[in-house]
């Protein structure tokens, strides 16, 4: 799939905006202006998790849903 698309860099994302992509552009300016060759983000180590009120509820949802079952 990659092999076919012709850009300088790639970025990946989860598509159900879960997380912000605030810092999308840095990480790709660092790979095409710095030169990495690779930026990954880390979610865990941010204050994201304590200001974000609707952690994992979904995750809840579905594993209560599949006990349900």
Do not use: H
């Not at 850009?7 to 990495?36: E, F, H, S, W």
């Amino acid at each position: 799939m990659f092999r076919e698309i012709d850009a300088d860099c790639y970025l990946m994302i989860d598509g159900d905006d879960t997380y912000p992509a605030d810092n999308a552009r840095d990480m790709v300016n660092a790979v095409l202006n710095d030169k990495v060759d690779m930026v990954i983000g880390d979610r865990l180590s941010s204050t994201y998790f304590t200001e974000n009120k609707r952690l994992f509820q979904g995750n809840r949802l579905v594993r209560l849903l599949i006990k349900k079952l």
